[in-house]
């Protein structure tokens, strides 16, 4: 939502500065908390912004959370969907392997799905692969992907979303060209 103002990274790595810098860029005055497994990293990350804290106890920083983004390596779900408070987006970055997740089948059930590439995630990715085969949520309540990107919307303010990044060489290009378009055009 536009009006987001509290904004939790989970994980402490590479990935979580540049979402910590992308997502400062996106939603200026937001206010930013950090929690990592380990407490050393989280207090670091949080050391080299103004604006951003790190958190402890996980749970409580969902719930307080507008956007809650995670880049970690995960194989067993950190965000639990019972967290997740009405209006909640969550972005997926991490767990990029067949074996990994980083949210449980309950934060899929209760999200709006968005995905980067339905061919790369959905069959090949743990975050939805698992739960596509427990049979926790069908292919069909993937909304969109990047190819049907006029779909990425919000039916609500009330309404959780959810997107998973799959990543790869193909979001790479689509990023490049869309630049190039945009500075094409002058």
Same mark, same amino acid.
């Given at each position: 939502?536009?009006? #987001?103002?509290? *904004? ?7 990935? $979580?500065? +540049?979402? %910590?810098? $992308?997502?400062?860029? &996106? ?9 990592? %497994? ?22 409580? @920083? ?11 390596? +995960? ?18 970055? &991490? ?9 449980? =089948? %309950? $934060?899929? !059930? ?22 596509? @085969?427990? /049979?926790? *949520?069908?292919?069909?309540?993937? !909304? ?5 990107? +006029? $779909?990425? !919307?919000?039916? #609500? ?8 990044? &799959? /990543? &790869?060489?193909?979001? =790479?290009?689509?990023?490049? %060209? ?5 500075? #094409?055009?002058?």
């Amino acid at each position: 939502r536009p009006d #987001s103002r509290e *904004i939790l990274i989970v994980g402490a790595g590479t990935v $979580a500065r +540049s979402l %910590r810098e $992308a997502y400062g860029a &996106g939603f200026p005055g937001a206010e930013f908390m950090v929690w990592n %497994r380990t407490n050393a990293a989280a207090a670091a990350l949080a050391a080299e912004y103004p604006d951003t804290r790190m958190v402890i106890d996980l749970e409580e @920083a969902v719930a307080e959370a507008d956007i809650v983004t995670c880049a970690t390596m +995960s194989t067993e779900p950190l965000i639990r969907g019972d967290w997740l408070r009405p209006g909640t987006h969550l972005d997926l970055i &991490g767990a990029f392997r067949p074996d990994m997740r980083e949210a449980d =089948d %309950r $934060a899929l !059930q209760r999200a709006r799905i968005f995905v980067d590439n339905r061919d790369t995630v959905l069959d090949h990715i743990g975050e939805l692969k698992i739960p596509l @085969a427990e /049979g926790a *949520i069908a292919a069909t309540d993937v !909304q969109a992907d990047y190819y049907e990107f +006029s $779909a990425f !919307q919000r039916g #609500s303010d009330e309404e959780i979303t959810l997107f998973k990044n &799959g /990543g &790869g060489a193909h979001l =790479d290009l689509m990023t490049a %060209r869309h630049v190039l378009e945009r500075w #094409s055009e002058g």
